[in-house]
């Protein structure tokens, strides 16, 4: 908002309406400060506040207020900003988390475990038609999203891979069971691709109940 | 009847026939045309006669058809559902019926025109609610809860669904390829017919033109079949045999041509 | 946030020394709140304060403290934010974020989810009279106002939406069981599931195995 915004004339004449009390013209500041990506000049301030408010006050006023709070009212350069207490940022003081996103590789995997588990290496390579590389697995276990589930008791007895309560919580999913078959996946229309005309209705019937089947052994006991 | 009276009412037919396109395509549905047909009663949904409703409704869907509209074919079974039930409540009860009572159809339609309703005026009240980013704000300068980083990866439920749709869908796409011991080319078909021909002066059924081995099982009888008929086509194409069939789907009869 | 990024310090402290007085303990969770943008659970918060915190209290006396103000300390779901108070909003016009204009099927969609949750998709299309379109829930689940709850123990085991804390963050509601009207439509009926006449009592199933989920639940106690 540029800092003429504001002609004198307006500043000057008296207001169709009555300014609000005091103890109005801060809670709007307080919420202005609060809102506002950055630090707000007096000017800035005031073109967003009803005629005839007196900002400076107000401002003067919130100062106070929040004289020994946690939070503070600070004026940076000729602008002003609520800040947290400089005797608190050791509560800040947590780790900064960047996110990224997922490869598609461990997406894809990951999706493979939920909907299959307890699933081995090898059955996961067999869906996805390439092998799974190692630091996958590693950084889905890291992520706490995996973990080993039960030996297979077939030759070799080959580890398998099931995920973790962590990642039900991520996903906002009381059990893995409540994932959607590719059924419900079509008619939500969170697939991409379209099955080949004519092929949907008996394809449909086979591909939804599989989940369920790989996931049977898991839950049912 | 004058010219002039004609005309106006050709123009008001139109009128109403673009009124009744523009209305069927706002609506959302039988249930949402049902609902805006009961607005005209004028009273309280649960006092509503269904019986009217009904009439209301299959007038409408009559005039649409006159009208020659197109209406999607839930339209059609909600009318025919409503002229069921119209009889329903016009007759006297069958007591050997099974099933509800007409009295028991039109209260359910009425309950769900009820609950449409009352949705309709939950969600304009949600929507009508302070919103984020618009009534009320959040912090606009969170503060940096930084010092030690940490790489945290993302990845949505829908990401994670999308996966596993691309990874099952994937076989939709691949290229069909069939198993060639059960086909029986038509380049075979040809150069065996080719060579037969000779001695085929007489009328015989196409099936006995069909290789050995190739008429047990059903699909490689089929395809034997196939490509031996398309081999038929093109030497009667090229003049070289006569085709004949008694009657529709009757078995193809060929021979040489007798005049080569 | 993890729950378990607690900051070095707080992680160091030992038990031996005594919790803060609880004004100090208010400013450090007012100071907590400003920071995030994010509503932060009360485990959120607790892991963030030196040990022996009450952080339900300090939450509480905040709460007091903010009433009245220009800025609120609101509760959604199970987490807690700071937010302007909603008849301030004008002050902000230059900081509305344009949100993507919703269909009419989609907010009819929405509140029915909201109001009805855990619902199927097909009850919503038996209140709706129409088949949901493809892409309206697509769109909301983007917009993270919807999720899947548990599969409803019937045939064909459907999967259930419910409504997320976003949501909830998003229209200013503390609960779903605060959502308007909800108890006029509940004592109207107009919330059970009542079947057509005739057709099989699927009701009677769904009671049996999904307790105390039900819209129409959150009452009975």
Chains 1, 3 share one sequence.
Not at chain 1, 143 to 172: A, K, Q, Y
């Amino acid at each position: 908002m540029p800092d003429d915004a504001l002609s004198p004339s307006a500043k000057d004449a008296p207001g169709l309406f009555p300014a609000p009390p005091m103890a109005e013209q801060e809670r709007m500041v307080e919420a202005i400060l609060f809102a506002c990506a950055a630090p707000q000049s007096l000017s800035q301030i005031t073109a967003r506040l009803p005629q005839g408010c007196d900002a400076a006050e107000a401002l003067a006023h919130l100062r106070t207020r929040y004289q020994g709070r946690g939070v503070h009212l600070v004026r940076v350069g000729d602008a002003y900003a609520m800040r947290t207490a400089p005797d608190l940022g050791w509560l800040m003081q947590s780790e900064r988390v960047e996110t990224r996103k997922l490869s598609r590789a461990a997406i894809e995997t990951l999706a493979i475990i939920a909907y299959h588990q307890p699933v081995t290496r090898a059955e996961i390579e067999e869906i996805r038609g390439v092998a799974v590389s190692r630091g996958t697995v590693d950084q889905l276990m890291e992520m706490e999203w995996i973990r080993l589930g039960r030996r297979r008791m077939t030759p070799g007895r080959p580890v398998t891979f099931v995920v973790t309560d962590e990642f039900l919580d991520h996903f906002g999913l009381e059990s893995a069971r409540d994932l959607p078959g590719l059924k419900e996946l079509r008619e939500a229309g969170l697939l991409d691709s379209r099955p080949m005309p004519g092929m949907a209705a008996r394809e449909d019937d086979e591909e939804d109940d599989s989940p369920q089947t790989g996931q049977s052994e898991l839950f049912e006991d | 009847m004058s010219d002039e009276w004609e005309e106006t009412e050709t123009v008001a037919a139109r009128r109403e026939a673009e009124a009744l396109i523009i209305d069927v395509d706002g609506f959302e549905g039988p249930l949402d045309l049902l609902l805006t047909l009961s607005r005209t009663q004028k009273i309280d949904l649960r006092r509503i006669s269904v019986l009217a409703l009904a009439e209301q409704y299959l007038g409408f869907i009559e005039r649409a058809r006159s009208l020659r509209i197109e209406l999607a074919a839930d339209y059609l079974v909600m009318a025919a559902w409503l002229a069921f039930l119209k009889s329903r409540l016009l007759l006297p009860p069958d007591p050997t019926e099974e099933g509800p009572s007409g009295e028991e159809l039109a209260a359910h339609l009425a309950y769900q025109l009820e609950r449409l309703q009352a949705m309709r005026e939950a969600a304009a009240r949600l929507m009508g609610r302070d919103q984020k980013g618009r009534d009320f704000f959040m912090r606009g300068a969170p503060e940096a809860l930084a010092v030690t980083r940490k790489t945290q990866f993302e990845a949505s439920l829908l990401d994670l669904m999308r996966a596993y749709a691309r990874l099952r869908t994937r076989d939709d796409f691949r290229p069909y390829a069939f198993d060639r011991s059960d086909i029986y080319p038509y380049e075979a078909a040809l150069a065996r017919l080719s060579s037969l021909l000779p001695g085929a002066s007489d009328w015989t059924s196409l099936q006995a033109w069909l290789p050995e081995g190739w008429r047990g099982a059903p699909n490689r009888q089929r395809s034997a079949m196939a490509s031996t008929f398309a081999a038929t086509l093109e030497l009667a194409k090229q003049g070289q045999i006569e085709l004949r069939q008694s009657d529709t789907f009757a078995p193809l009869h060929l021979r040489r041509k007798s005049d080569l």
